[in-house]
């Protein structure tokens, strides 16, 4: 059921002043009126939060994890109404929804096994030497919670980075109370999933504080809630402008807090000249589909390609421009996102410096059509708003006279979610020191891939130095995500019976403990 509601504590609220959702695809107001979270709501939600995040550290593994199960079951068993909202929303295929919606699962249920498994706590025990000289005390580290954390839903992902996305995900899975900011693009979307979280809370018997959402288009929602004094960190994929607002915001409080922000990304792919000497036109088809995928909206399209001056890179880019040329125009997510991307196409076409070799068929309304442009490296280093994402299917090829030429354009790059190299036996030795370059500049480092497509397991790196992310410590995606949500705190020479669970002699919890 959808009915524009506020959730605050589990309880239903509702708003005078309301706001509706649109499908991209046909610009009409699709679903009932939505209330928009007040002031007032942020407070409420913020107390509620605060109240039970002390109950909500001390639950156990077991019953912390029972909880993201039941999530999972419950937006399971939403069935065709939450994948049919969100395509009417969002303007994406079922197909594609329908993946996020098992992706969203099955990230629920890693963290649950993470929970039982227990590493997170990065328990270390150095017992008492009290005969050394001088004694050591009895020292007992673990991680604890931060506390009520703040979440804002993502545009280009409705289910996998929004209401009970991985960052709400991760901040439950570490014992954080969460409150949503839910994005105002797809409000019936949002709403039907935070039921279901809402609905676990109380299967679970977890007190109601654990989960609020707040829908609503306002900035100054989003900035009350980041500016609340209860809150105590706060995940956010989006714009690296709204990023940094809240950034700005959350180091302005009293007590400054993280923002753990995925910003912005081009995801530059290096190809080596041995593969491109035995595959350019497979590399131009790979490049394509992974270019175009989603209509480039996922936040690993590889927006830059890097190559030196040969036969190969020609034909390569005639393969990849003819791949583009006959791709349909898609959907775009909002009217917004798809003016700012035609108007960031435009613009690199009067640029100048970058020539544009190819477009997808022409689209109607907010369908993009995908584009693909080539310079040289002097005007790309000459130019540096040609390193800058377009948040589309756009892509820039860059043509070096040397590999040395390369490396040059690598080092002016800044921070990356990925970063690409293709390359063939003959290229390993000269992929050296592009290899370290890359390594520097992003958080996950493919060879001979794709960057599109990113697995949710214990090993995968979502981030990347500053403006990927606002921390390049951190993850959003994998287990390591909960790390942002706990800090590591040292009991020592504390009476047993006021001991934590997980650090006691009896180990109650069954967790790894590393003991000295």
């Known amino acids: 059921m959808i009915d524009g509601i506020i959730l605050v504590g589990g309880v239903e609220r509702r708003s005078e002043t309301t706001f509706r959702g649109f499908n991209p695809a046909t610009g009409t107001a699709v679903g009932p009126a939505f209330s928009e979270a007040s002031a007032q709501d942020v407070a409420d939600a913020c107390a509620c939060a605060a109240e039970c995040a002390e109950a909500f550290a001390n639950s156990t593994p077991a019953q912390r994890s029972a909880f993201l199960d039941a999530v999972g079951e419950d937006i399971q068993a939403l069935g065709d109404v939450l994948i049919e909202t969100a395509m009417a929303e969002s303007g994406l295929p079922r197909a594609r929804l329908e993946g996020e919606r098992i992706r969203t699962v099955n990230q629920l249920g890693m963290f649950a096994a993470e929970i039982r498994e227990g590493v997170w706590l990065d328990i270390a025990i150095d017992r008492a030497l009290p005969e050394r000289a001088p004694p050591r005390p009895d020292l007992r580290r673990l991680n604890v919670p931060l506390g009520p954390v703040a979440v804002f839903g993502a545009s280009n992902f409705p289910l996998a980075f929004s209401v009970a996305g991985g960052d709400t995900a991760s901040a439950l899975a570490?014992?954080?109370?969460?409150?949503?900011?839910?994005?105002?693009?797809?409000?019936?979307?949002?709403?039907l999933v935070a039921r279901a979280v809402a609905a676990a809370v109380a299967r679970c018997q977890l007190p109601k504080g654990v989960f609020s959402y707040l829908p609503g288009r306002s900035n100054e929602l989003g900035a009350a809630l980041v500016a609340d004094p209860r809150i105590k960190a706060v995940g956010f994929t989006g714009s690296r402008g709204g990023g940094l607002a809240l950034v700005a915001i959350a180091q302005q409080r009293a007590e400054p807090i993280p923002v753990y922000a995925e910003m912005s990304s081009v995801n530059p792919v290096v190809l080596m000249p041995q593969a491109l000497e035995d595959d350019a036109e497979a590399l131009g088809r790979g490049f394509a589909g992974s270019l175009t995928l989603g209509a480039g909206q996922f936040c690993t399209n590889p927006g830059l390609?890097?190559?030196?001056?040969?036969?190969g890179l020609d034909r390569f880019i005639s393969k990849a421009s003819s791949a583009i040329s006959e791709t349909p125009p898609a959907v775009m997510l909002s009217a917004g996102i798809h003016e700012a991307y035609r108007t960031g196409v435009a613009t690199r076409e009067q640029c100048g410096a970058a020539r544009k070799l190819a477009s997808g068929t022409a689209g109607e309304g907010v369908r993009g059509s995908a584009a693909l442009f080539e310079t040289s490296a002097s005007e790309f280093l000459a130019n540096p708003q040609l390193a800058h994402e377009l948040f589309g299917a756009a892509s820039l090829v860059v043509r070096c006279d040397d590999l040395g030429e390369l490396a040059?354009?690598?080092?002016?790059?800044?921070?990356?979610?990925?970063?690409?190299i293709h390359l063939r036996a003959g290229d390993e030795q000269l992929a050296q020191p592009i290899v370290a370059a890359l390594r520097n500049k992003a958080g996950r480092l493919l060879a001979n891939g794709w960057p599109t497509g990113v697995e949710v397991s214990r090993a995968m790196v979502h981030g990347g130095p500053f403006p990927a992310t606002s921390d390049s410590r951190t993850t959003s995606v994998g287990t390591l995500a909960m790390a942002r949500f706990l800090r590591?705190?040292?009991?020592?020479?504390?009476?047993?019976?006021?001991?934590?669970?997980?650090?006691?002699?009896?180990?109650?919890?069954?967790v790894p403990q590393r003991i000295s």
């Not at 570490?174 to 709403?191: F, L, N, R, S």
């Not at 390609?305 to 036969?311: G, H, Q, R, T």
């Not at 040059?408 to 690409?420: H, I, N, R, V």
């Not at 020592?492 to 006021?498: I, K, V, Y």
Request: include cysteine.
């Open 305 to 311: 390609v890097f190559a030196v001056e040969a036969p």
């Open 488 to 510: 590591p705190i040292c009991l020592q020479d504390m009476p047993a019976a006021l001991l934590p669970p997980p650090v006691r002699d009896d180990n109650p919890w069954s």
């Open 408 to 420: 040059a354009a690598l080092q002016s790059l800044e921070g990356q979610l990925t970063a690409t």
């Open 174 to 191: 570490a014992g954080c109370p969460v409150v949503v900011k839910g994005h105002p693009a797809h409000p019936g979307t949002g709403e």
